[in-house]
Every structure is written in C-alpha cells, then in structure tokens.
C-alpha cells in the first residue's frame, strides 16, 4: 500500500485476507474510517521520527506478557 494511497473496502478486505481473517462486508465498512485514521497516524508519527532532530528519541513500546 502506497503512503498516499486511500484505504477502502478492497483494501480492507485484502488485509483481511492477508491476515487470514474473512471480514463480512458490514465489517469490512466499519473499518475503512477507522483503519484511514489510523495510517494516518503512524505516517505522520513515521515522518516526525524520521526527522534529524528526533533520530535519538525511540519510542517505547511494552509487549504484554503472554
């Protein structure tokens, strides 16, 4: 998926399909406005990292514990 590229039903569904994980359609229209959201955040937190001055700073990121 291309950085500038919108997400619709048919990329949901891909991703579903990817993932192993068959969306009903109902479904698959409830995630569009959410997964839109969503990359748009981490593009825009990606292009913030990327920047000279944030190149020292990781984020944090816990994983729980199984």
Not at 2 to 28: F, S, Y
């Amino acid at each position: 998926m291309k950085i500038d590229e919108p997400v619709t039903k048919e990329t949901i569904e891909c991703l579903g399909v990817l993932a192993g994980l068959p969306l009903p359609a109902p479904r698959r229209d409830k995630l569009v406005p959410m997964a839109s959201a969503l990359i748009a955040a981490a593009n825009e937190l990606n292009r913030k990292m990327a920047e000279g001055r944030r190149r020292g700073v990781s984020p944090i990121t816990r994983f729980p514990e199984r």
